[in-house]
């Protein structure tokens, strides 16, 4: 179940137990807190209740939240809020006595916890010794695994056959709940601490927010992100900025945790009877939902690969509406152990694809179950299988409908020819009437085809010919880009235009220039000299070229013999690859040698030299950087 889930169900049992007293059970989840799970380490009872908070997703619930606190207990002016981070992890709580670590807990039910100290030892962000005298403290704080440690983690568990975890919040706790610390020791666990109690105030601490300057200046971790805020207005701002921010930061963080700052306002508002009145959380628009299969899929790419997507029963995540999801590969669909009609949880990261985790529950009437495909089923052709690769592929690359159409798809798409107004289902209607089978077919449409289409009037029919007619001259880039070769994307279409400057030489080069290319390896330079070597390839770019489709020349600096008689050696790191500095070298007179000699003019020197370094220096060769180097051209 999804967290929004939860939290409904949640809403929903809190109001029943409103109206319906008498039904209300002592250990409703309304009145405990959470639940510890398997026992396996010994109890702790918490000197002081671990409480949980109020959620919600709306902002106009947190302006009444702000608005009744207010009202209730009349307060003149705006008190002021800190806004933190709510770290999706697991909640502990640590205790210090004279200044010393002396035992950590899970929050547990919020009563009772589980004594994982030798555990929590393990973690670097926790202090084992307070820098100042202090006879007790306790600190509480989530800890976490960073996104970057869980995709680490996750690769060497599929690499050793083990379990995968979901999340890095599931993760988390199956590092922190090990019974050997050597297993916690291992795993990249973080900590960011947002409460202090201490036992006595001689540090004068009275708000939160010096509580948390205070642990930051103990060597706890307080996340950096935290804002004290004069009004509800300010902190739902924080909230709307995290929203759209939140993926960029290498840890998960579900929502917006926002606090009176004020201890004596704290204390005065106190505690309902599972969560704080001085405290409520703002939740993010979920990222993740449950919903059903409705049917599995085959997708046919435009390159052939034949992939399984299941189409959901539609379910609105983080700003959309999500009907598809990819499940990558046949091993995927046995992995997952999923099936027609199954309920599962759909994530949805920004920008990627939405994919299924897991099966939360399987149908319990099965309608149809899904039979891994034998023929295509865009064109009816046996599919194959290729050697080393999970994907089964649709041979039938010149006739197949769903491949054709993928091509087209991509030429017209953003980062290769960007041409506005085609979408998927004109591109559909094109290739469905035979008018277009390859890019190439685009340029020969006219105002008049376009109106033969079904709901296309006359301004649009000239719109989508103008703007074909002028996505004629594109970068080579992105000419090179929008060919599809198989892979090569836009950073390498990138750098095969600087280095070859033209189509013609990208067709003439050789196997050892494009993989000498950094960036570039053996498997990309052989798919480049395939594709080149293909007649139908050939065909295409000849007609591209008869219909005027024809890529920018990249510029090329006037030659000069600024550099005549100089010999440089090239080593280093630099902003841009070696050859494209040899090349310039060469088209100022110059020569590049691969060695360091008495005869060296000059070593041009990025980061990481290493030993060519060493050498010009005990020669006494002139060593330049790339900004010297620069200035020598320009001179
Ligand atoms: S304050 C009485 N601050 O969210 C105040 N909680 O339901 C209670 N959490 O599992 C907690 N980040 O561990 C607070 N910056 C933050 C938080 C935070 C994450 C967790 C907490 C608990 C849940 C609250």
Redesign the pocket.
Known sequence: MSDIEYDNLFKELETLEREYPEYKLPDSPTVKVGSTGAKKFAQIKHKVRL???DNTYSYDDLALWYERLKKNYSLDNDPKLVC????D?L?ISLTYKDSEFSFGAT?GDGITGENITNNLRTIKAIPQKLPEKLAELEVRG?VFMPKSSFDRLNQLQRENNGKLFANPRNAAAGSLRQLDAQITKSRDLSM?A??GRLDSNEQNIDSHSKMLEFLSSQGFNV?PEYKVCNNIQEAINYCKYWDKKRQQLDYATDGV?I?IDSFILQNELGFTSR??RW?T?FKFPPEEMSTIVEDIEINVGRSGAVTPVARLDPVYISGSTVQRATLHNFDEIKRLNINIGDRVLIKKAAEIIPKVICVTQHATDKKSSFVKPEYCPSCGTKLVEQEGEVNLYCPNHLGCPSQIKGRIEYWVSKDCMDIDGVGDSIVAQLVDRGMVTTPADLYRLTVDDFLKLDLIAEKSAQNLYDEISSSKNPTLARFINSLGIRHVGKETSELLARRFLSLENLKNASFEEIQKIDGIGDKIALSILDFFSNSFNNELLQNLKLYGVIPQEMQVNEGSDKFKGLTFVITGTLSDTRDVFADIIKQNGGKVSSSVSKKTSYVLAGDNPGSKLTKAESLGVKIINENEFNQLIGE
């Not at 933190?84 to 770290?87: A, P, Q, V, Y």
């Open positions: 409480y949980s908070l933190e981070l709510k770290i992890g909640a929050r989530e960011f947002y409460y996340n945790v606090k969560a704080p405290a959380a």
